[in-house]
């Protein structure tokens, strides 16, 4: 199916400028509405919609087992990775074309951030019988990733009904955030400490699409750091035989 580009690089520089840097700088985060559109949006729906139909999303992964306490009590979601590159991932392989653009024109105004590469995609579904995913950092050990930006795919949600709300807890703020994952809805926001968030239990189909950006020096010096331990690991075991 071809997209017709309706969004014009000129609207998406102004969403950039005006919206995100501005918001990302003072508050950490910032969320747009209608950010595709309802023909181009309902076209991502439907190709995640067949994703999970055809069985393609599985359990999210946790960074780490903790003895004793299980996956689904710390994340309830399944998910699926994907490049855009892929069949019947045409309509998602625009929407992250659109974000590396919106992206690229905040990321030399948000600091000193070398932001040049992203993580894949992560299709998530959470199948609406209460599962969530506790409060945690996306990045608590400079792990690379900067910029979380979630793309929502809800169509008549109502938070009071359906629950599902994403909460951000800003770090030293007097406040919570909590952001409702409407259909065509971006939400984008530090990815380190300062953005603490949880999934509220879900009681509906909650389908949401994420992406990092990742910082290129932070990322290099944390696959260093990884190199050097694997390397140390692989000595231990080596000696010890």
Same mark, same amino acid.
């Given at each position: 199916?071809?997209?017709?580009?309706?969004?014009?690089?000129?609207?998406?520089?102004?969403?950039?400028?005006?919206?995100?840097?501005?918001?990302?700088?003072?508050?950490?985060?910032?969320?747009?509405?209608?950010?595709?559109?309802?023909?181009?949006?309902?076209?991502?729906?439907?190709?995640?919609?067949?994703?999970?139909?055809?069985?393609?999303?599985?359990?999210?992964?946790?960074?780490?087992?903790?003895?004793?306490?299980?996956?689904?009590?710390?994340?309830?979601?399944?998910?699926?990775?994907?490049?855009?590159?892929?069949? @019947?991932?045409?309509?998602?392989?625009?929407?992250?074309? =659109?974000? %590396? !653009? /919106?992206?690229?024109?905040?990321?030399? #105004?948000?600091?000193?951030?070398?932001?040049?590469?992203?993580?894949?995609?992560?299709?998530?579904?959470?199948?609406?019988?209460?599962?969530?995913?506790?409060?945690?950092?996306?990045?608590?050990?400079?792990?690379?990733?900067?910029?979380?930006?979630?793309?929502?795919?809800?169509?008549?949600?109502?938070?009071?009904?359906?629950?599902?709300?994403?909460?951000?807890?800003?770090? @030293?703020?007097?406040?919570?955030?909590?952001?409702?994952? =409407?259909? %065509? !809805? /971006?939400?984008?926001?530090?990815?380190? #400490?300062?953005?603490?968030?949880?999934?509220?239990?879900?009681?509906?189909?909650?389908?949401?699409?994420?992406?990092?950006?990742?910082?290129?020096?932070?990322?290099?010096?944390?696959?260093?750091?990884?190199?050097?331990?694997?390397?140390?690991?692989?000595?231990?075991?080596?000696?010890?035989?």
């Amino acid at each position: 199916m071809p997209f017709i580009e309706h969004v014009s690089y000129t609207d998406l520089e102004r969403l950039a400028l005006d919206r995100f840097v501005p918001a990302l700088l003072s508050h950490g985060f910032c969320y747009v509405d209608g950010f595709l559109g309802d023909l181009v949006g309902s076209a991502v729906l439907d190709q995640v919609t067949e994703m999970h139909r055809a069985g393609e999303l599985q359990d999210g992964r946790l960074a780490g087992s903790v003895p004793g306490i299980s996956r689904r009590s710390i994340r309830g979601d399944k998910t699926a990775w994907v490049g855009g590159s892929e069949r @019947g991932c045409e309509a998602i392989s625009f929407l992250l074309n =659109l974000i %590396d !653009r /919106l992206v690229s024109v905040c990321a030399s #105004r948000l600091g000193n951030k070398a932001i040049r590469e992203r993580s894949k995609a992560m299709v998530a579904c959470y199948p609406g019988n209460g599962a969530g995913y506790v409060k945690h950092v996306d990045n608590p050990n400079q792990d690379g990733r900067c910029l979380t930006c979630i793309y929502y795919l809800n169509k008549n949600w109502n938070p009071k009904e359906h629950g599902g709300i994403l909460r951000i807890f800003p770090e @030293g703020k007097p406040y919570v955030a909590d952001i409702k994952p =409407l259909f %065509d !809805r /971006l939400l984008v926001f530090w990815s380190d #400490r300062r953005n603490p968030h949880e999934v509220q239990p879900s009681f509906s189909t909650r389908y949401a699409i994420t992406v990092w950006y990742f910082d290129s020096d932070e990322r290099a010096k944390a696959k260093k750091r990884f190199r050097d331990l694997t390397a140390s690991s692989a000595e231990q075991g080596s000696s010890s035989g």
